[in-house]
T-cell receptor
């Protein structure tokens, strides 16, 4: 899992609540990413950030929000507008943005809506 | 927007055998990466092969890329029970983003 930490490992949310997932890296990477993984499926990109104070929508950004105020941190908020939020959420980082760089992943947060 | 697709979806082999997984993609790529995921964990990068490369090795891993067929294969030689995991290929989709396939679930039986 390298130098990326995610917390909490498990998260339970009631319908209508917003929740924030934490992602921190100490790799001095410029780029950070959030993915969603559903059972038996691949990863889908929610948001990514190439540099501090910048972020871009991925393929499934609706119902999610992010911030990138510090290089080390890229928190993801799952809002009540996300209709089906139960999933495994993975944060990743790479030295710089771009498809030539390998991504380093955190251990993931499993979110369950009750 | 799924670019790479792995085949087979699941593979079960005996320890010591070789495991081969394939990845097909639709549009031209700059590079293709393979990742491994143990159950309930994050992904770990295995190998990156650029579009101008045909074959690459890393330990017991051998990756090939055939851009004319838009396909790649990952070979794990002399597999071990610890190789049991899901394996994903990732290709460059839209700008600055990787697109992951659905993965091959490999089970190595002791």
């Amino acid at each position: 899992d390298g130098g990326i930490t995610q917390s909490p490992k498990y998260l339970f949310r009631k319908e209508g609540q917003n929740v924030t997932l934490s992602c921190e890296q100490n790799l001095n990477h410029d780029a950070m990413y959030w993915y969603r993984q559903d059972p038996g499926q691949g990863l889908r990109l929610i948001y990514y950030s190439q540099i501090v104070n910048d972020f871009q929508k991925g393929d499934i950004a609706e119902g999610y929000s992010v911030s990138r105020e510090k290089k080390e941190s890229f928190p993801l908020t799952v809002t009540s507008a996300q209709k089906n939020p139960t999933a495994f959420y993975l944060c990743a980082s790479s030295l710089v943005a771009g498809v030539y760089n390998e991504q380093f992943f955190g251990p993931g947060t499993r979110l369950t809506v009750l | 927007s799924q670019q790479g697709e792995e085949d087979p979806q699941a593979l079960s082999i005996q320890e010591g055998e070789n495991a081969t997984m394939n990845c097909s993609y639709k549009t031209s790529i700059n590079n293709l990466q393979w990742y491994r995921q143990n159950s309930g964990r994050g992904l770990v990068h295995l190998i990156l092969i650029r579009s101008n490369e045909r074959e690459k090795h890393s330990g017991r891993l051998r990756v090939t890329l055939d851009t004319s067929k838009k396909s790649s294969s990952l070979l794990i030689t002399a597999s071990r029970a610890a190789d049991t995991a899901s394996y994903f290929c990732a290709t460059d989709g839209s700008a600055r983003q990787l697109t992951f396939g659905s993965g091959t679930q490999l089970t190595v039986l002791p």
